[in-house]
């Protein structure tokens, strides 16, 4: 997979995260029923108790994650940023690992919604550690692009989109 | 030695030398690609490591019995009982009902004794609303059953018919506000036959035999299963969910937009539905 493409993958789970958590947020703080095929159990999870932490919706702080996660996807790629983004999304497999313990040991009930974010943060786990390990610099085209002979922070001469690999 | 010799010889010699040289710089570069992978896994570690502890932190936190209400001690229970009586002693109550009969305006309250945004709006915004719209006679809370926390229907029925139990002698609210002060950690099986008792020994002035005998009376099985439908037919999907109204017409949902344990959407209801 080639650096580009591994990085805008990235950005496209970001974003798709970004809408379940966005749309957690709103049926948290609106108290609306969430859309769920599972009856109740949706609801069951969003009113239970370990839906806040320490006051703070944890949908909340999933959005948060995300938009943290995909400012440093959006920033010009160097060591710094591929590290950044891979030490966001495991922290960000993490607590869906301790929120999906949660509805599964506690609440007994399982949310779409979290599930799908807690799928979408694992892939994107795995993806950005690998990422951080290969170590590759690239430019992507467009807004994420950086002029072509400039050099990333880490001192390494920046690849032309068309030779990254 | 003749000069082509001598020319052969000076040009293995430039081969070697540039030979040795890029194994040298390969070398080099694995050795600088090896340490930097190296450098990565370490931050990486560190990271995985930070993020264990974080982990562990918040399982504390939230695994804690500090979320739980069931008091420890009887001065704890005394407590409770002294905070709940200052609340609502002295406000009329019938059946399900906090507040005066001819109160203006109606709250009905659609909860499950176990839920715990329930308990936030109990121990949150009723200690304000109370004081301030149901005990001038302005407002009239009834309570009404929905089951969504609780895992077992047939402990939600029982619970909920044990409060209902209460108010047939007009101390429901003593019930429901103990019940929720002192609700314990979800799903872990505390609502028990014992932990029931308790919370009835702790209504002030309940006869306990009388109260015992009532929580067999069908009517207030078929109370709760009404409740239920009234929930359904309004779409309600979680607790608490509210209607509010002039007392007598129609009742609309009342919403929440931010916590629960924020009386600001009660008090803004309340205050239009006076003026209209």
Request: glycine share 8%; net charge neutral.
């Amino acid at each position: 997979m080639s650096a580009r493409a591994l990085r805008i993958t990235l950005i496209v789970l970001t974003v798709l995260g970004l809408g379940v958590a966005s749309y957690v947020t709103y049926v948290h703080y609106a108290g609306i029923k969430p859309a769920c095929t599972a009856g109740e159990s949706c609801t069951k999870v969003q009113t239970s108790r370990y839906s806040e932490l320490v006051g703070i919706p944890v949908a909340l702080i999933g959005l948060i994650g995300y938009v943290a996660i995909l400012a440093s996807l959006l920033a010009r790629e160097t060591e710094t940023t591929r590290f950044a983004t891979a030490a966001l999304t495991l922290g960000g497999f993490a607590f869906s690992a301790y929120l999906t313990y949660r509805e599964i040991f506690s609440i007994h009930a399982i949310c779409e919604e979290c599930a799908s974010s807690a799928v979408i943060m694992t892939i994107m786990a795995g993806l950005s550690v690998w990422r951080f390990l290969r170590g590759e610099e690239t430019l992507a085209a467009g807004p994420l692009a950086a002029p072509p002979g400039v050099h990333s922070s880490a001192g390494e001469p920046a690849a032309p989109l068309s030779s990254a690999s | 030695m003749s000069s082509i010799e001598s020319d052969e010889e000076d040009l293995t010699r430039k081969q070697r030398r540039e030979q040795a040289r890029e194994q040298r710089k390969a070398m080099e570069e694995a050795a600088a690609a090896g340490a930097a992978r190296r450098a990565r896994l370490t931050q990486l570690g560190i990271v995985v490591s930070v993020v264990v502890v974080a982990i562990v932190l918040v399982l504390i936190i939230t695994s804690g019995g500090g979320k739980s209400g069931i008091p420890a001690s009887k001065a704890e229970k005394n407590s409770v009982t002294h905070e709940i009586a200052g609340l609502i002693t002295g406000i009329p109550q019938s059946g399900n009902a906090l507040g005066s009969p001819t109160a203006p305006v109606t709250l009905q309250y659609f909860g499950d004794l176990e839920c715990p945004i329930c308990r936030q709006f109990t121990t949150g915004a009723l200690p304000s609303i109370i004081p301030q719209w149901v005990r001038t006679g302005k407002l009239r809370i009834e309570y009404h059953s929905m089951e969504t926390a609780t895992r077992e229907p047939e402990v939600f029925k029982t619970q909920q018919i044990a409060a209902y139990a209460a108010g047939k002698q007009n101390k429901a609210w003593y019930f429901i506000e103990t019940f929720y002060h002192e609700q314990g950690e979800e799903d872990s099986g505390y609502v028990t036959e014992k932990y029931l008792q308790g919370i009835a020994s702790q209504v002030p002035g309940l006869n306990l035999a009388q109260w015992t005998s009532d929580r067999n009376d069908p009517e207030l099985a078929n109370e709760v299963k009404t409740d239920e439908q009234a929930a359904n037919n309004h779409g309600f999907t979680g607790t608490p969910a509210f209607l509010i109204g002039r007392s007598g017409g129609a009742l609309t949902k009342l919403e929440y937009s931010s916590a629960p344990s924020n009386p600001g959407f009660v008090n803004e209801a309340v205050e239009k539905l006076l003026k209209a």
